[in-house]
């Protein structure tokens, strides 16, 4: 059975431009979830979606926005980049037939701002 | 608000030896506590799931403990290795379900 699939694993930008990170779950998995992990913070949650809808949003500017689509895969996009948003982002997927199963992480994108 | 302390940072062990990792969370209302383990540059791997019903969770040489009341868990982990070097992580999730909080980590290093 295939993990957690992040693309793309590295990229480059520079400020002020966009991204677009990918992730797919795990066969089967319909919740996503996305965490920032940077050296001086340690892992924040981004946003968690299910079946489409966004069921929980952390404290992140607007810049920071994400979406599910019908086959679960879900992506996040990233605004007018700045310095500090350079980070691994990390994606995970968990059944949802319980309200809180185990959590599945994917290797991550390293997002570096120039 | 819930915090999550991982107590030490760091950790040098000889190869071979038993060793406890300690993680502390502020609010008891939990719904579960994970913990992962992080190799550098890579992403977390889960390790054990502890419902907050549950009092230990056993894989191979790791044993998870969680006691709600005091706010502790602890991993512990037998017989350790070269290849057991990484960061651990601990996480909880509140009785809301959603997001995990997430600790600092403890960074181990076995010496052969």
């Known amino acids: 059975k295939a993990g957690v699939t992040q693309t793309p694993r590295y990229l480059i930008k520079t400020r002020g431009q966009q991204v677009t990170l990918s992730c797919s779950p795990i066969s089967g998995h319909r919740s996503v979830s996305w965490y920032q992990q940077t050296p001086g913070q340690g892992l924040q949650f981004l946003f968690e979606?299910?079946?489409?809808?966004?069921?929980n949003k952390g404290n992140f500017p607007g810049r920071f926005s994400g979406r599910q689509f019908s086959n679960s895969r879900s992506e996040m996009n990233v605004s007018t980049l700045e310095l500090g948003d350079s980070a691994l982002y990390l994606c995970?997927?968990?059944?949802?037939?319980?309200?809180?199963?185990?959590?599945?992480f994917g290797e991550g994108s390293r997002l570096t701002v120039l | 608000k819930q915090e999550v302390t991982q107590i030490p940072a760091a950790l040098s062990v000889p190869e071979g030896e038993n060793l406890v990792l300690n993680c502390s969370f502020t609010d008891s209302a939990i719904y579960n506590l994970q913990w992962f383990r992080q190799d550098p540059g890579k992403g977390l791997t889960s390790l054990l799931l502890i419902q907050s019903s549950q009092r230990e969770q056993t894989s191979g040489r790791l044993n998870a403990s969680l006691d709600k009341s005091s706010g502790r868990s602890t991993l512990y982990i037998a017989a350790s290795q070269p290849g057991d070097s990484a960061t651990y992580l601990c996480?909880?999730?509140?009785?809301?379900?959603?997001?995990?909080?997430f600790g600092q980590g403890t960074e181990l290093s076995v010496k052969p």
């Open positions: 995970a997927s968990s059944q949802q037939e319980r309200r809180a199963g185990e959590l599945f």
């Open positions: 979606y299910f079946s489409e809808t966004q069921r």
């Open positions: 996480a909880v999730r509140g009785n809301q379900g959603g997001k995990l909080i």
